[in-house]
């Protein structure tokens, strides 16, 4: 376990070296800490799926599209034969995913380039890239009109960008370092995890005004919504739980428990899937009791989660294993694992 834990801090220790100074702030996970000997490392947290929540009869999800960040790379994985089919290089440190609501564009943001990359899903090919902002990390889609919506951790603030000409379209203050992003299905409200302000800010999603600030646990990274869009849930990685959030009366109804670094969080089932980056678990929690009923192991490091759009698979990338993971969400066991890309992050919507 010693030899273990060496290797990974001397694994992040050379990609802090050879990152630049935004790179190592994201290189582990944005700010969460590791304590090993005195050391310090930074972790992270996600972006809302609310599509397939609590399962529905939709059709599966096709394919993933993994954002590699130490490799500079996307992997296009088919979700049929669960095989790697195709790699789009893509430079500047991706990590957060999102997807039009068609599945046609892939929205990625790279913060050590500062730019939105945008990609054909279909020709596996980087159309554009758009400089934005000072640190894009985060990244949701608006379910009903399609702007793009960036958190920026260094600005304290949400882009918005419109899908036809890329142009900015407006800016909402958030709460320090926004992280995940999620927006309400209804279109109606933008939620953003504002990780060094413990708090999520609850936003409308027409007049950019935010309208409130609740606060949850400690370093909140991972955002989701439900498909009723009235509850919001948070992986806090500093206190090492998952915040449960009303949309309608803004307050916290629950607080669980979870396993350690909670970096992010998708919902099947019933069911919150909470990756645990140091844990190298996810942690099940049913939704009516607040309760953890299961810890499923999986790679080292898990980061992204995120749900199939017919609710019966979730799926985990794995940073330190470099591997994306498929669960079953009903009998909760890892049916199948294919390697992928170096340090995959998939911090978002990445199913399509």
């Not at 609590?54 to 669960?82: C, H, I, N, P, Y």
């Not at 407006?170 to 709460?175: K, W, Y």
């Not at 940073?319 to 170096?342: G, H, P, Q, S, Y």
Request: net charge negative; aromatic share 6%.
């Amino acid at each position: 376990m010693f030899e273990r834990t060496q290797h990974r801090v001397c694994r992040y220790a050379t990609a802090l070296l050879r990152f630049s100074v935004t790179q190592r702030l994201l290189c582990a996970g944005l700010v969460g800490t590791l304590a090993l000997g005195g050391m310090l490392i930074l972790a992270q947290g996600l972006l809302g799926q609310a599509a397939a929540a609590d399962g529905g009869t939709a059709e599966a999800s096709r394919e993933a599209f993994v954002t590699a960040q130490v490799a500079d790379k996307v992997a296009v994985v088919d979700l049929a034969t669960f095989k790697s089919v195709a790699e789009i290089e893509v430079s500047g440190k991706p990590a957060g995913i999102a997807m039009s609501p068609d599945g046609r564009w892939v929205y990625i943001t790279t913060p050590e380039a500062k730019e939105l990359v945008v990609i054909d899903a279909d020709k596996r090919a980087v159309t554009r890239r758009v400089k934005l902002g000072d640190g894009p990390l985060g990244i949701a889609v608006h379910p009903v009109d399609g702007r793009i919506i960036v958190a920026d951790w260094y600005d304290h603030q949400l882009t918005v960008v419109d899908p036809a000409t890329f142009d900015v379209v407006g800016t909402v203050e958030t709460g320090e370092s926004p992280s995940g992003v999620a927006v309400t299905p209804d279109g109606g409200y933008i939620v953003s995890a504002d990780r060094d302000s413990d708090e999520v800010s609850i936003i409308d999603a027409q007049t950019l005004k935010r309208v409130a600030a609740v606060k949850v646990g400690q370093r909140p990274f991972g955002i989701t919504i439900d498909a009723s869009g009235e509850r919001a849930y948070t992986a806090n990685v500093k206190s090492n739980d998952l915040s449960v959030v009303d949309l309608t009366s803004r307050k916290v109804i629950a607080t669980v428990p979870v396993g350690q670094r909670p970096y992010d969080v998708a919902l099947a089932k019933g069911r919150a899937f909470v990756t645990d980056q140091y844990g190298g678990t996810v942690s099940v929690v049913d939704l009516q009791s607040f309760k953890v009923i299961k810890t499923i192991a999986v790679g080292e490091y898990p980061e992204g989660i995120a749900t199939d759009r017919d609710g019966r698979h979730v799926y985990v990338a794995c940073w330190e294993a470099n591997t994306l993971e498929r669960i079953d969400a009903v009998t909760l066991e890892v049916t199948k694992t294919v390697e992928v890309n170096d340090g995959p992050r998939a911090f978002g919507l990445f199913l399509r």
